[in-house]
Structures are given as structure tokens and as C-alpha cells.
């Protein structure tokens, strides 16, 4: 029973496309970021009975964030399944679903959430595989919104990101693009082991070319160099890309003249440190930017596995670009100047390039 | 707008320089383009112009100061502001800037704080394990100097150092070049690829000056001191000859044996002709070829020319005669008059000669280049060659008048040498050792007869020349040596 919800409205004009129905004979076609989800899980439903869908307002709402319009109408209230607000009991549930044998996909509308239940998440999916030696397989997904919003606070800001990539045992990926959310989110589904799939609500609106095939998939694993370049690696993923980066990227080729290889890393676990090195080797010079806090923050991990291979090849130290290191405040103007900025990046970058 | 006056880089091995002379004073108006100060660079006084017009505001490096090439030694007062308030807001900076790099920065007493002391004493003591011991009489003074210097260009940019901020953190220019461009015993700042390219190259990371933050010496600065072979403008550098001994002897004190011993600093030319000329004869694969030539003919032509010169009081040398025989010879083999460019894989063969001579100074040794002498005749070669040689010694030669040589002769035949082989001065691949003419007993036609013979030793880069090479370059040479009249031909 789809509602229309009157703030975001994502069905109007891509709706029919994303289910697959109208559009079938288009390979690619131009879905919204929450569309190339949906149309992943869809897909994955359809293909595999096992695979279920559990969180807050997935089902009657159609998802806080439209994720998953329509999708109780379609499969149903065994698979599409409402819960109460009760992250560690829900999660929990999946967890031990995913055990016996189904494929729970859990919806957090915030992995701010998730504090409380990192017992579930890292205390069992990450280890239960392991301790039992390999007897029962952990095949969840827990996906949701990650990160810095819009005026959402303090509280429902965290970059989980790190707390998890952290975790052997878990695989933590970060798409930045609607084509990379179906492909990676559909491996996801399809892996048997725990994935943290991270999204932003920022970035459900953007638009992108999103093959319509429901045999595409996007390897878990394998960073994307987006952009070729010869001055200067830029290593980055998830919303600060769509956000910061890439206009970065182009301010420095416009007014500095300054050639960046762009690195997409769409997984955080296991991380694609080979490209990353290959392009160093290249370009001697190395920028990593996310939205999280730099210390102990995503992009300290990143720069510890790119240090030492990449060592002899470093003309300049490898710099990291990240949020300032306080609570995100609610104020959007405060909230905006906490990130990394076009400017920090570009002032970075030149940094590194002794520009 | 305030403008920092910085040291310029006035040759292409220059790291720092010294203020010899300040032709204005703070609080003077100064016009572009107007002489402010003479300065020395490692190899001659030349005059600073300032580029921007305003009143002189700071000076921060007095007379007899060192500042590194870039590091501010004054400020001008561009603008409308008052000359008191850039003083007041800028002569901090500049003096710290200014004093930080040089090793013995003469400077301005507050520079060096209380905060030094104790960096200096941990960066000397890295200081020792990382660099070639010194001396002991000088070398350690010098060292803690250096790093009671260099601990305070770190501090200021401590804290902004994570650089993830926007332009608000950013760094304040600080000094280029470390100082290290003398390696005299402190810690060089290099990136790891700068040291992997140096190693791979066999470039001594201490004798390169470093553009990056604290002077770190980066690729880019490791691949540009390689003399690039490329523009013939390139090239630099002292160059060789065996004169040393010759030298010692003409500055030698003037009481001997008096049981005195002397500590000689090295001063920033002798640093360069040493790490120079070891490079060359460590990199280069030399081999010798000497030959002996008559010149009875050359100089009975001399002295018929000079007689018919007399009233135009031109006079020519053996030298200049040696110098045309020797640019005619090289067109001729243009094998000889060459650069290797190894880092390129290629050998740059060039169509004019610009010929270098080494000329003894006090204190070391420079070559000023005859460019084109190919195209000139024996009075232009010896008023040009005057010229230049006057002016090295007054230290006065330009950066373009002592660099891009294509092939080089060092003449000892004043000191009554009679035979040496001199080093060659990368990325030329040739090197003429000129030695005295004496009588000499030769055998012509099956007797024994007085001559008088000049030996000339070619010594050559064998990566780049061959011996038949040589050999062939050297018979023609001797041939319009003996021959003077095919010089014509």
C-alpha cells in the first residue's frame, strides 16, 4: 500500500524504470541513488526467496527515506517487515536469521543507531563465522544512512564508517555513485558474509546512470579509478566524493592546472590498496579525503596501508583531509565549515604538489 | 602590499648568498629596477635589483649576512601603508626567515631565542649520525649552529602542520634550501622518491638544494641539478684542470715552516669544485690521450702576426692560437664537442663551439665560456677571452658567461708543467690539458735536433667517446697546430 509522501516524492518519473517493468529493453537508465537500492533489493528478492527485509518504517511507511517504496505491495509482510524502535534486538534477529539460513537485508535509518547495537553487529556477525569454524555463515546486510546530513545534530552525524572497517569480519562498503549503489548492493545481498553498506540521506536524490540488468553486479573489493591523472592520487569514497571532491577535482585542473587521479575506493573492507599504490607509483603524490574525524578517522586507515608500500615512491608526505574534530553541529553553516572543503582540498592538494 | 626582497638565485648551483653591500637604507625610496645591494654567490659579487617600486622598510639581513636563495633578506613598503607598521608586522618574519637557513647567518641577535638551545642539541646529535663526521676543529661548531638554525624554522608551522585545513592555516612561506646545500654535517630533509631518484642517479642529496617545505629536497630538485644537457644554457659549473697543486702554490702563505697550523674553511666555490670533481671522476669513465706538437711554426707565426699588430697593441697568445686551433679541430669532430645526457639515454652533439677555460682565482678556479669562438678570428678570441678572464677575476662574470661550455682547455703551460690530463666537467664529454713548450730533443729524419715541443692530454668521457675518437680529433689538432696555415683552410 504506497503512501505518496510529500516531501520526497522519489517515484514521480524513474519509478517504472527502477522496478525493471517498462524500461526492460534500456541498459541504462537514470535512477535517483534510493531507486538504484531499491531496484538492487528488488532484484535480489525476486531472485532468491531467502532474502528479507527487516528495520523501522521499511514496510507500511515505504521506508523514512522512500528506499523501499513499494516494496511491501510487492513481496509481502513476511519480507518486507516493520519493527519497533529496537536496533540491537532487530539487528540481533537478523543475525541470527542469517545463521539458520535466510538472507536479512537490515534498514537502519541512521547508523548513528547502531551504537547500541555493535554487540549484534561486531560481538556476533563479525565473529561467528570465525568461532564456529566456518559451521554457520553470517550472509546479512545491514545498510542505512551514514554520516553528516543536513541539521540532523550531533547525534545522528557518527561516520561509522571507521568503527567498522575496523572489524575483521565484516566487509564495509561505501558507494558513491547510483551504478555502484545496485552493483555493490547486490554483491552485498549475494555475499556470505556481513556487510556494512553505507549510504547518506544527502546523496538518495542523486541521479545517475544506473545499468538495468539484473545480472549486474559490482564487485566487492575493487576501487574505481574515476578519473586518470598524472600530478596527484586523490583517495576518497562515499558522499564526500559527490560532495567536495569531485569539484576539487576540477577546480584543480581549471585554475591550477593540476592533474588528479581520482580514486573511488567503494569498499572500505577489504580495502583496494594495490590501485591505490599503482596510481602513486604514478603520480609520487597522494590526498586522501573523507567526512570523518582524522584521528583514529577512516583516512588515518586508509593512509596506514598506502604508507609503507608507497614509501619509496612518496615525493611528499601523504595528506589526509577530513572533518574537524568536534560534534557536528546542528547549525548548518557551523556543520558546512566542520567538512572538508573544495578550498581545504584544493589548498591540500597544492600542498602535497609543492604548488 | 608589503614585499618581501628575497635572495635571488644568481647561478644555477647558488644556495645561498651574502649580502656584501646594502646601496640603500631602511626608510629610502626605491625605483624598479633600481641597484639595492650587491650580493655573492658562490662565484661572483652581482648587483640586486629590486623589482617593485616603494620604500625600504626592513632590512633583515645586514651586510656580511648569508640568507638561502628565496628566504626574504628586506621588505619594501609597496603600498600606502606606513613604513612603521611593515616594520613592525615584518621584520619577525623576515629576520627569522632570513636567519634560519644559513649556517653561520650573521643576522640579527633575537633570532636565535631560548627555544633553540635545546633543539639544537638534539638535532646536532641526529645531526652526528647521520651525516659524514667533520673535522673536529671546526665541523662540530658549524653543525650546532646549523641546527640551532633550523630548529627554529620548524616551530612556527608546528601546529598547522596537517595542511587538511583551508588557506586560514596556511603556511607561511618559509626559507627554501636547508642549508644543506653545503653538506656541512647537518641532517638533510629529502622525500623518499628525491632519495631513491638520488641513489638510483648517485647524486649526493647533501649538494642539492631543496624546494620543498624546510628545504626538503624533492624529485624535482634531484633531476634538475643532473647538469641537464639539454639547453646548452644548462650547464654550469666550475671546471677542471689539475690547477690545485699550481694554486696552492701561488696563495701559499708567505712565511713557510713556521710550524703553524692552518684550519681553512671551505668557502662555497671550494665546496663546489670538490663535490664536482669527485662526482666526475667517481661517474665518469675517463681515459687519457697525449700528444706531443711542435710548435716552432706556430710560434714563429705568432710573432710575425704580434709584429704586425703591434700598433693596434693587440697581442696574442699562444692561448688564443690553442683556443681557434682547438675550435677548428672540434667542428670537425663534433664526436668531441658533445654532451652525454644519461638520464635522457642520448648524446647531444652541438654545431658551435662554446669553449670553456679554466682560469685559476685566489681561492679556486672558474670557467668562463667563449661562446661561438667557432665563428671568430684570433683578435676577437683575445679580446673577448681578456674580457671574460678579467672579469672572473673580479668575480663580475654573469650566470650565462660561465655556463654552457661544449667542450673546455685548461692551460698550465705558464707553470712550466710538462704534462697532466685534467678532469672532465660533466656533461661535457672532453677536456684539454694544455702543458708548457720546451726544448725538447726529438728525432726528425733519423737524427737527434732540439724542438720545441708542447704535450696536450686529452682526457674524455669514454661513455660518450671512443679512443679512435680521440685519437683522430687529437691528429687533426696537432696537424693545425703545426700547421697553423690550414687553420685557414
Known sequence: MARPCLLLNPTSRHGRAARGTAD??????????????????????????????????????????????????????????????????????????????????????????????????????????????????????????????????????????????????L????????????????????????VIFLESEKMLNELGEVPDDADYTVPIGVANVERQGKDVTLVSYGRALQRVVRPAVKALADDHGIDVELIDLRTLRPMDTKTCIESIKKTNRCVIVDEDWGYCGMGSGILQKLQKPAFDYLDAPIEYVHSDEIPVPFNHYLEEAMMPSVDRIVSAVKEVCYR | MPAEITMPQLSDTMTEGTVVKWL????????????????????????????????????????????????????????????????????????????????????????????????????????????????????????????????????????????????????????????????NGSRVFASPLARRVAADKGVDLAEVKGTGPNGRVVQADVLSYQPTAKQAGGATEEKTTGKPAAKSEATAPARVGTGEKQVIPLTKMRQTIAARLQQSKQQIPHFYETVDVDVEALSELRERVN???????????????????????????????????????????????????????????????????????????????????????????????????????????TFGVKEFAAIVNPPEVGILAIAAAEPRAVVRNGQIVARTIMSITLSADHRAVDGAVAADFLRTLKNLLEEPGLMLV
Open chain 2, 307 to 413: 709584429k704586425q699588430l703591434e700598433k693596434e697593441k693587440v697581442r696574442l697568445s699562444i692561448g688564443d692560437f690553442i683556443a681557434k686551433a682547438v675550435a677548428t679541430a672540434l667542428v670537425q669532430h663534433p664526436a668531441v664537442n658533445a654532451h652525454y645526457d644519461g638520464k635522457n639515454n642520448q648524446i647531444i652533439r652541438y654545431g658551435d663551439v662554446h669553449l670553456g677555460m679554466a682560469v685559476a682565482l685566489p681561492d679556486g678556479l672558474i670557467v668562463p665560456v667563449l661562446r661561438h669562438i667557432n665563428q671568430m678570428g684570433l683578435k676577437e678570441i683575445r679580446q673577448r677571452s681578456a674580457e671574460l678572464v678579467d672579469k672572473a677575476r673580479g668575480q663580475k662574470l654573469k650566470g650565462d658567461e660561465m655556463s654552457g661550455a661544449t667542450f673546455t682547455v685548461s692551460n698550465l703551460g
Open chain 2, 24 to 183: 640603500k637604507k631602511e626608510g629610502d625610496k626605491v625605483r624598479a629596477g633600481e641597484v639595492i645591494a650587491e650580493v655573492e654567490t658562490d662565484k661572483a659579487n652581482m648587483e640586486m635589483e629590486a623589482f617593485e617600486a616603494g620604500t625600504l622598510a626592513v632590512i633583515a639581513v645586514p651586510e656580511g649576512g648569508k640568507a638561502a636563495v628565496g628566504a626574504a633578506i628586506a621588505i619594501l613598503a609597496t603600498g600606502s601603508e606606513k613604513v612603521e607598521d611593515v616594520k613592525k608586522s615584518g621584520s619577525t618574519t623576515a629576520k627569522a626567515a632570513a636567519s634560519a637557513p644559513a649556517g653561520n647567518a650573521v643576522a640579527r641577535p633575537e633570532a636565535s631565542n631560548q627555544q633553540a638551545a635545546p633543539k639544537a642539541a638534539m638535532a646536532a646529535a641526529s645531526a652526528g649520525q647521520e651525516r659524514v663526521p667533520q673535522p673536529a676543529e671546526s665541523g662540530g661548531a658549524v653543525a650546532t649552529h646549523e641546527a640551532a638554525s633550523r630548529s627554529e624554522i620548524h616551530e612556527p608551522d608546528g601546529v598547522g602542520h596537517g595542511a587538511t585545513r583551508g588557506p586560514a592555516h596556511a603556511v607561511p612561506p618559509l626559507p627554501h634550501g636547508n642549508g644543506n646545500g653545503n653538506g
Open chain 1, 24 to 169: 526492460r529493453t534500456t541498459p541504462m537508465a537514470q535512477l535517483q541513488f534510493r531507486q538504484a537500492l531499491r531496484a538492487a533489493m528488488t532484484e535480489e528478492m525476486e531472485r532468491d526467496e531467502n532474502v528479507f527485509l527487516i528495520g523501522e518504517e521499511v514496510a507500511e511507511y515505504n521506508g523514512a527515506y522512500k528506499v523501499s517504496e513499494g516494496m511491501l505491495d510487492k513481496f509481502g509482510p513476511k519480507r518486507i517487515i516493520d519493527t519497533p524502535i529496537s536496533e540491537a534486538a532487530f539487528s540481533g534477529l537478523a543475525v541470527g536469521s542469517a545463521c539458520m539460513g535466510l538472507r536479512p537485508i537490515v534498514e537502519f535509518m541512521s547508523w548513528s543507531f547502531t551504537w547500541v547495537c555493535i554487540d549484534q553487529i561486531v560481538n556476533n556477525a563479525a565473529n561467528v563465522r570465525y568461532m564456529s569454524g566456518g559451521q554457520y555463515k553470517v550472509p546479512v546486510v545491514f545498510r542505512g544512512g551514514n554520516g553528516i546530513a543536513h541539521q540532523l545534530g550531533a547525534t545522528h552525524s557518527h561516520r561509522m564508517e571507521s568503527v567498522y572497517a575496523r572489524i575483521p569480519g
Open chain 1, 171 to 194: 566487509i564495509v562498503v561505501h558507494p558513491s555513485t547510483p551504478a555502484d549503489a545496485k552493483g555493490l548492493l547486490k554483491s552485498s545481498i549475494r555475499c556470505d558474509d556481513p
